[in-house]
Structures are given as structure tokens and as C-alpha cells.
């Protein structure tokens, strides 16, 4: 169902944001659909937020929110951390950029070796998309090979091998603007579909690699289990095609060493960003010496390879470089990830108990420090607190009833809490107490204003 003029959620949201309003009235006149990233899109707008604080935020209305975006998952301490904000300061103190090497990607290194188990090189990129580009073209200059395995709804960056098979095309074609070609070279496979995967690998020799995010999909909304990712460690190193882990969500969130780290799955090579770099842009390919080596000058030469080119005006930027290091410190040595994952333990209880008072037929779920809202859209008869996410094909867990995302999404606006549009949300290591009875309160009050319209 669409959001509809008249709708109390919406009227009550548009009172409370009309700063936000005007600012997305002139948004459009500049931005496509008025928004700098996909993600922000929502019905009638979204919020302009001021500043933030640990794990709320405030917008440019006034309007206080417990957040639960995070940074797109990447302020694992929260916003506005102090000894990040004081090495960020340090840092631009010195420099925002040299153009030459310095000491903190030294130290920003060491701190990334010292956490990720495969991490024996480290080739700082941009962005966890520049990550995966990069992932593919090792993968392909050292196996000699053309392919990739990927999995439906495993998100790897929005470039040109990545395009097809997240939110659509699922039948493998091109998406607009990429060449048939290159959406031909990717092999397409159902999550957690352990019997399609092998047989990819028993029917073609030219799969140079398969890449996923060792959760599941969107940090585990449609989660995968442990032993499938033994299964596709033992296809690859079978085949001798390169694993991949995509963690540049899970990284140094699941645990300090990754999903890698918790499951003791080593990958081949590993993708980073978000947490990586302390909420500033960056990310890193990490990985096999071997493999690595392709990036370097003196191995190459000494193999009699051809190097692969690697450049990036803002590779290990010294800024990002300083608020990454101090992160990746206070998470190596700190029980941060350990507190948020216990905060989603007790977050997705609670939001389950409260479905269950309401009579609502949803169910909260997901692992670590993330969660989901399944909204039911095929009406099954479920137990909030019993659901099985394995029990549901991926296409309906990903699917939402039209509209009904976006609504209660305002409906948590309203009361103070910004989730994400799938809906659930990453959670940091600032969510305390008093931000869990105020999320599992304003999901209560939130159903109540949906049932009063007639929604759920």
C-alpha cells in the first residue's frame, strides 16, 4: 500500500520534519530523486540530519533519533567517538593529503594484520567497491580464468560484475548500462544452495572465483549457515578458484576478526570498509601473499608477470587512515563487538515480545549486532519468537508488502527511531539500556498507529 496524503503517520512525520522538507524540495533540484545514495530514499522525503552523538541523532528540525543506520554500518563506537575524533584531529592537524607514503598507513596496516586472519597483505582502495573490483581482477590474473560465482541478493559494490541478481535482474541479464558480456561472465546462484554451488564448480573450469557475504545477504536478512560456507571453502580449494569474503559489512563487527574470525573460515581474499576506516571513506583489499603479490612490482618482475595496475588519489588517505587505526584499536582490544551483539540479542527479544502482545504476525530476527523485521507478505501463520528465517525462500524474506517498509518507517521517525528501509538496522557498541526500551517502546507505539490506519 502506498503512504496516501491523508495518512496520520505521514501528517505527523511532515509536522515534525518541515526544516527536512524544504531542504529535500530543493534536494531535487540538484540530485536524481533528490538523494546521494539509494538507500536514503523514502516516501514523502527523508530526514536532513544536524549532528550526532553515541547512538542518536538529531535532524535539522530539532527531532532527536536513536539511530540505527550507523553510518551504513560503519560506527561501530557510535558517532563522534572522542579518541577518534581526537586522531582525526591530530591528522588534519598535519595534512589532508601528500600524495606520498606516510606512517599511519603503516601503523593503519599493522592494526588490520593483526585482526583478520587472511590478512597476510593489505592493498588500501577507496571504498569496498574499488575492494571487490579489485578482488575480481586478482582473482582473474591469477587463476587465468573468466568467471564469478556470486549468490542472489549478496550486495559486493555497484560496479559493472555486481549489478545484476541484488534487488533485480535475477535471472542473470544485464542491467542498464553494463554490457551483456560482463553480466555473462558472472554465474548467478541461489543463497545457501549448497547442491547448485557444487555442481557450478563440477560443471565449468572457468570459474575463477566465488565472492559472498559470509552472513547472508544484507548482514544476514537472508542468512546463510556456517556450514555453508565450509561447503564453498572445500568447492573452491577443490577447483582452485579463489573464495572471497565480502566483509565489508561483517568486518570487525561480527568479531574483532570478522565473520572469518567467529566461523574460523579462512577466505582467500577479503574486501574491507565501513568499520575500517573509523567512519571516513576507505576500504582494503586483504588476502594471500601469492595473490597480492600481483599488485607488487619487484614479484612480479621476478615471475615474469605482468603487473596489475593499482592507483587511487585517496588510497590510505592519512586522515582516514588515523580515525581507522584508532578504531580498529579500541575493537581489537575492547569488548565492543561482544556488547553490541548482546544489545541485538536483547533488541530482537524484545521487538519479538512486543509482536506478540500486539497480535502482529512478524517476526524480528538476524545474528550478532544487526536485525530484521519480516513483515510477513504472504500473511503465514508464524510465532514471532520462534521463527525460522531458513524455513522462508529468500525471495519472501527480501520482499515487503507495498508500501508498508516506508510506513513504518515514518511510524518509527515519529517516535524517535531511524531504522533502515528493509527494515532493521546495524547497531554499535554505544546502544545501552536506555536505547533499547526506547526502540522496543516506539516499535510498540509504532504498530499502534499502523493498526489505526488499517495497515497490518
Known amino acids: 500500500m502506498e503512504v496516501l496524503s491523508n495518512s496520520r503517520i505521514e501528517a505527523s512525520y511532515r509536522e515534525r520534519t518541515r526544516r527536512s522538507a524544504e531542504l529535500a524540495k530543493e534536494a531535487r533540484e540538484l540530485f536524481p530523486s533528490g538523494i546521494t545514495h539509494d538507500s536514503r530514499k523514502i516516501d514523502p522525503y527523508t530526514i536532513y540530519v544536524d549532528h550526532a552523538e553515541g547512538p542518536r541523532k538529531w535532524d535539522v528540525d530539532g527531532n532527536e533519533y536513536i539511530d540505527y543506520f550507523g553510518g551504513h554500518g560503519a560506527l561501530m563506537l557510535g558517532h ?10 591530530d591528522a588534519l592537524a598535519r595534512g589532508t593529503h601528500f600524495g606520498s607514503s606516510h606512517e599511519g598507513e603503516v601503523r593503519w596496516a599493522q592494526e588490520v594484520k593483526a585482526l583478520v586472519p587472511s590478512a597476510e597483505r593489505v592493498r ?23 568467471k564469478l560465482v556470486r549468490f542472489r541478493t549478496h550486495f559486493h559494490g555497484w560496479h559493472d560484475h555486481m549489478t545484476q541478481g541484488y534487488v533485480s535482474h535475477f535471472d542473470g541479464s544485464a542491467t542498464p548500462g553494463v554490457l551483456e558480456e560482463v553480466a555473462d561472465s558472472v554465474v548467478l546462484l541461489n543463497p545457501g544452495d549448497e547442491a547448485a554451488m557444487r555442481e557450478a564448480f563440477a560443471s565449468d573450469a572457468d570459474i575463477a572465483a ?12 537472508i542468512p546463510l549457515r556456517p556450514s555453508f560456507l565450509e561447503a564453498l571453502r572445500e568447492a573452491t580449494r577443490e577447483s582452485g578458484a579463489i573464495l572471497i569474503f565480502d566483509e565489508v559489512v561483517t568486518g570487525f563487527r561480527v568479531s574483532p576478526g570478522g565473520a572469518q574470525g567467529e566461523f574460523g573460515i ?15 571513506p576507505g576500504g582494503a583489499l586483504v588476502g594471500r601473499k601469492d595473490l597480492l603479490d600481483f599488485l607488487d612490482f619487484e614479484a612480479t618482475a621476478a615471475d615474469g608477470r605482468e603487473k596489475i595496475n593499482h592507483q587511487g588519489t585517496y588510497n590510505a ?5 588515523a580515525a581507522g587505526t584508532e578504531m580498529l584499536r579500541i575493537v581489537g582490544s575492547s569488548d565492543a563487538c561482544a556488547r553490541a551483539n548482546d544489545f541485538g540479542e536483547r533488541l530482537r527479544a524484545g521487538l519479538n515480545d512486543v509482536l506478540i502482545d500486539e497480535g502482529v504476525p512478524w517476526a524480528a530476527y538476524g545474528t550478532f549486532s544487526g536485525f530484521h523485521v519480516f513483515l510477513n507478505p504472504e500473511g503465514r501463520s508464524i510465532r514471532p519468537d520462534r521463527f525460522d528465517p531458513f524455513s522462508i525462500d529468500y525471495r519472501e524474506l527480501k520482499a515487503n508488502p507495498p508500501g508498508l517498509a516506508d510506513r513504518l518507517r515514518l511510524a518509527m521517525l515519529s517516535n524517535g527511531v ?25 516499535f510498540r507505539e509504532s504498530l499502534r498507529m499502523l493498526k489505526a490506519e488499517d495497515a497490518i
Do not use: C, Q, Y
Open 266 to 280: 579462512r577466505p582467500d581474499l577479503t574486501t574491507l570498509a565501513k568499520i575500517l576506516a573509523g567512519g571516513l
Open 418 to 442: 531511524d531504522v533502515t528501509g528493509w527494515p532493521g538496522g546495524t547497531i554499535s557498541a554505544a546502544h545501552g539500556d536506555a536505547e533499547l526500551t526506547a526502540t522496543v517502546e516506539a
Open 80 to 89: 563522534h567517538h572522542p579518541e577518534i575524533d581526537r586522531a582525526v584531529a
Open 210 to 221: 566465488a565472492i559472498l557475504e559470509p552472513t547472508g545477504s544484507s548482514f544476514g536478512l
Open 124 to 146: 588500501f582502495t577507496s571504498s569496498g567497491t574499488e575492494a571487490t573490483h579489485l578482488a575480481l581482477r586478482v582473482a582473474r590474473a591469477a587463476t587465468g580464468r573468466r
Open 317 to 321: 588517505n592519512p586522515v582516514s587512515a
